[in-house]
């Protein structure tokens, strides 16, 4: 079993600064890629960042300029600058892991930018 667990979200003013946080545990398992995703009502869930089983890094154009996602171990972070009303929404990490791989989401946690 892989088991994700996000935090840091909260309530920030536009042009604000958030830093995101996913603990990953597997007790069998290497964790290949990890990435954030993002979902609001209505919505499909978006592709934000993810950091490659070789640590080469991808970014959706929406965020390339403001989002810096890393990885150390099993911890997954999303520093988060400039931000913006439309990126309100419940963020969700993202892992894959097993053999055969697959993918594995945590709960979220909710960023709202709002004044």
């Known amino acids: 079993q892989v088991q994700l667990v996000e935090s840091g979200g909260g309530l920030v003013q536009p042009g604000g600064s958030l830093r995101l946080s996913c603990a990953a545990s597997?007790?069998?398992?290497?964790?290949?890629?990890m990435g954030w995703w993002r979902q609001t009502p209505g919505q499909q869930r978006e592709f934000i960042a993810m950091v490659l089983s070789g640590g080469n890094t991808r970014y959706a154009g929406s965020v390339k300029d403001r989002f810096t996602v890393s990885r150390a171990g099993n911890t997954l972070s999303l520093q988060m600058n400039g931000l913006r009303s439309e990126d309100t929404a419940v963020y969700f990490c993202?892992?894959?892991?097993?053999?055969?791989?697959?993918?594995?989401w945590g709960q979220g946690t909710q960023v709202t930018v709002s004044t």
């Open positions: 597997s007790a069998d398992f290497d964790i290949l890629n």
């Open positions: 993202n892992a894959y892991a097993g053999n055969p791989p697959l993918s594995y």
